[in-house]
């Protein structure tokens, strides 16, 4: 049984960083794609990055590009999530999630989630 358990979140200035974390256990990874998605008060979840876990491609949405980097330690089986240059409007829940494949279709494992509160 996959399991997902986030860390990393808190109160930070508008303008600082947090590196979230995502622990991952109960399998093999190599072939899946570990993604971080943010639900904010009010609003739908949103994707926000991938990874994927055998040769680490990447991808960002739009408004996260030049400031999150998404990264993956296949030693501790961790993937990481830093943000810089926060703004107030990142401030949500973020969620790590895994799918089993690139051709899967949807994200089938979900973490509890970590807060992420930026004060302006």
């Known amino acids: 049984q996959v399991q997902l358990v986030e860390s990393g979140g808190g109160l930070v200035q508008t303008g600082g960083s947090l590196r979230l974390s995502c622990a991952a256990s109960?399998?093999?990874?190599?072939?899946?794609?570990m993604g971080w998605f943010r639900q904010a008060p009010g609003k739908e979840r949103e994707f926000v990055a991938h990874?994927?876990?055998?040769?680490?491609?990447?991808g960002y949405a739009d408004f996260v590009k030049g400031r999150f980097t998404i990264s993956r330690d296949n030693v501790k089986n961790t993937v990481y999530l830093q943000m810089n240059s926060l703004k107030p409007e990142d401030t949500a829940v973020y969620y790590c999630?895994?799918?089993?494949?690139?051709?899967?279709?949807?994200?089938?494992?979900w973490g509890q989630g970590t807060q992420v509160t930026v004060s302006s």
């Open positions: 999630a895994a799918r089993p494949s690139w051709s899967a279709a949807r994200y089938d494992t």
């Open positions: 109960g399998r093999t990874f190599s072939n899946y794609v």
């Open positions: 990874i994927r876990w055998s040769g680490g491609t990447t």
